[in-house]
């Protein structure tokens, strides 16, 4: 498993803000390069929802052009799960829209026994039936209006994701968005990898 690096001052920080931020999911994002990070900014989380829920503040995600400027990257976004285990949810497989930039997921279930993971998550868009997928799978809806399956790696592949699951890494979210009239407005695979975390 690839290792992502995180200075320890990071590392606490994130934890720092995890754990402040509680009940409420927080969020941030990491300069650095490839695989090393080397800065975390703190960012302001304006999802409607923040207990379940985060979205980055515009301004915060325009430092990633300023980053680039100076011959580093946004390598890594990160937030909190205050009840919850380290590991993607629909919802964040359905706002990863960096394929590039891990995720960070830190997770307070415990708060003196706190988990960081991290995660590339990395979407794609095939020509398929929604609605066959969607009377076929055990779809759940995570939020209003967005539904997801998760197909996890040590668990048998339903037979209509067969064909469709041969070119998608396990394990992944099958997620969707419906629109005004209950159809399937946009359908996603989210593939999920997992990385290391070293703190030095």
């Not at 960012?43 to 300023?66: G, S």
């Not at 285990?85 to 930039?101: E, G, I, L, R």
């Not at 799978?137 to 539904?147: D, H, K, S």
């Amino acid at each position: 498993m690839t290792a992502i690096l995180l200075p320890q001052a990071i590392y606490k920080e994130i934890i720092a803000h995890a754990r402040a931020g509680k009940p409420e999911e927080i969020c941030g994002i990491l300069r650095g390069r490839g695989t090393e990070a080397f800065e975390l900014f703190r960012a302001k989380n304006i999802a409607t929802e923040r207990i379940e829920n985060y979205d980055v503040d515009p301004q915060t995600l325009m430092k990633q052009f300023a980053f680039e400027e100076e011959g580093d990257e946004m390598m890594g976004i990160y937030h909190s799960h205050p009840v919850s285990v380290a590991w993607p949810s629909a919802t964040d497989a359905w706002n990863a829209h960096y394929p590039d930039t891990f995720y960070l997921i830190c997770s307070m279930e415990y708060d003196d026994a706190p988990i960081l993971r991290a995660f590339r998550m990395v979407a794609s868009y095939p020509d398929v039936d929604g609605d066959m997928l969607r009377g076929a799978l055990p779809f759940r809806e995570v939020r209003a209006g967005l539904f997801g399956y998760y197909q996890a790696a040590d668990r048998s592949t339903p037979r209509p994701l067969h064909a469709l699951a041969a070119d998608v890494s396990l394990p992944f979210y099958v997620v969707f968005t419906e629109d005004e009239a209950g159809g399937i407005d946009e359908l996603r695979f989210v593939e999920i990898s997992e990385y290391r975390v070293e703190i030095g």
